[in-house]
């Protein structure tokens, strides 16, 4: 593919260098004025540095920037469908169980009229808190059978090429598929012994602290490029326990 792409364009820049030395030629064949086409020349050539300034430094820049504003549209379309079929509903089900509940929807519980809370307002929160999930309540047959029907889902966001430049949301995914297996290749959780409870715990310790990450960045993406889509998920914050879709307000 790259040697036929490379060939291809060899042939183009042949058949161009040979358009212009024929028109050359039939300039000096009709006009016989050989001082005039160096004259053209040297200006096309002193232009040149111009026109490549122009062309690859700043129209291909404009062009780099659109294409990326574009991609990351999309990327955050693909996001806001993991969080509406997967994500909320996960953070929800670990944030019921997370014995410092309170300390972490202090920082992310949104107000409707309040700005989405930036990652240097709420860094002490990220880092501070533990993500301790209390296994031994948490609803593991429950997790099991809810994440064996996002599968399919999970696995088409693995393959989706637009996620793979966003290297932290592609490894929440991958965290998510491992709790998934680790869930499946076990029977009888009742029976489990402490030391693979606290095997399990870590593995939703790690997709818990991914997901509120995640979520925090897309919550500030809604905030700004889509305020109806924000007000929403202001409504339905997991963290929030007073949550409500119903608008109680003008």
Do not use: C
């Not at 404009?62 to 379309?77: I, P, S």
Request: glycine content about 6%; proline content about 3%.
């Amino acid at each position: 593919m790259k040697t036929s792409s490379i060939g291809w364009q060899v042939r183009a820049g042949i058949v161009l260098l040979t358009l212009s030395v024929f028109f050359y030629a039939v300039h000096y064949a009709v006009f016989r004025d050989t001082g005039h086409i160096l004259s053209y020349a040297l200006t096309d050539l002193a232009f040149l540095p111009v026109e490549v300034l122009l062309v690859t430094l700043i129209i291909h820049r404009l062009l780099t920037m659109r294409e990326t504003r574009e991609r990351l549209e999309k990327m955050n379309m693909v996001i806001g469908v993991f969080f509406s079929e997967l994500g909320t509903d996960l953070m929800a089900e670990f944030a019921r169980h997370d014995r410092d509940l309170e300390n972490l929807r202090n920082a992310l519980v949104i107000g409707p009229g309040e700005a989405a809370p930036g990652l240097s307002d709420v860094i002490g929160a990220l880092k501070s808190h533990e993500y301790w999930v209390e296994i031994k309540r948490a609803d593991l047959e429950g997790l099991r059978t809810f994440l064996l029907g996002k599968r399919a889902l999970l696995l088409r966001l693995l393959e989706n090429p637009i996620l793979l430049e966003h290297e932290s949301f592609t490894d929440l995914l991958w965290a998510i598929h491992h709790l998934t297996e680790e869930l499946v290749h076990r029977e009888d959780f009742a029976a489990l012994p402490d030391t693979d409870l606290n095997h399990l715990r870590g593995d939703i310790k790690r997709v818990y602290a991914a997901l509120v990450t995640a979520w925090l960045a897309y919550m500030k993406h809604l905030k700004k490029s889509y305020p109806y889509l924000f007000s929403l998920a202001v409504r339905i914050n997991p963290f929030d326990k007073d949550a409500s879709p119903v608008v109680t307000r003008g």
